[in-house]
C-alpha cells in the first residue's frame, strides 16, 4: 500500500510534468508560430527548458514542495503589454490546483478508506 508520502509525491510530480507539456504548448503556439523579427527574437531557450522540464518535488505527510527551473521572463510573458502569451500561470493554476490537486485528494480518500476502522475517520461524514 502507498503511504501518504508516496501518493502526494506522485501526482504532484505527474502534475508538474503536465504543467511542463502544457506550458510548451502554449510556447510552440503563441510564441514561435510567429516569424522572428528585429528585437523579439526567438532563441528557443524558452522551448529547450521547457522540454528538459527540470523540476524537484519534495513531499512529507502533511505537505509538498514543488520547484522547477524556469527562465525569469517567463511571467512577464503573461504580461498584455509583452503580449499575454498565457503560458505561466493559466497552465500552473490550471493543472496543479485543478487537475493534480483533484486526482491527489481523490487519492488520499481511498487511501484513507482502506485502512481499517480503528474509532477514528472511516471517510464518512
Known amino acids: 500500500m502507498d503511504t501518504t508520502q508516496q501518493i502526494i509525491d506522485e501526482e504532484i510530480t505527474k502534475g508538474v510534468r503536465r504543467?511542463?507539456?502544457e506550458q510548451l504548448k502554449a510556447a510552440e503556439s503563441n510564441l514561435y508560430a510567429v516569424?522572428?523579427?528585429g528585437r523579439n527574437r526567438r532563441t528557443g531557450h524558452l522551448r529547450t527548458v521547457l522540454q528538459q522540464g527540470v523540476a524537484s518535488v519534495s513531499a512529507w505527510a502533511d505537505g509538498a514542495v514543488a520547484v522547477?527551473?524556469?527562465p525569469s521572463y517567463m511571467r512577464v510573458?503573461?504580461?498584455k503589454s509583452?503580449?499575454?502569451y498565457k503560458i505561466y500561470n493559466r497552465p500552473l493554476y490550471g493543472?496543479?490546483?485543478g487537475e493534480a490537486m483533484r486526482r491527489l485528494k481523490i487519492r488520499m480518500y481511498e487511501y484513507l478508506a482502506a485502512i481499517p476502522d480503528r474509532g477514528g475517520w472511516s471517510g464518512r461524514k
Do not use: C, M
Open 77 to 79: 510573458l503573461d504580461t
Open 95 to 97: 493543472v496543479l490546483y
Open 68 to 70: 522547477a527551473e524556469v
Open 82 to 84: 509583452h503580449g499575454n
Open 19 to 21: 504543467v511542463f507539456e
Open 35 to 37: 516569424a522572428p523579427q
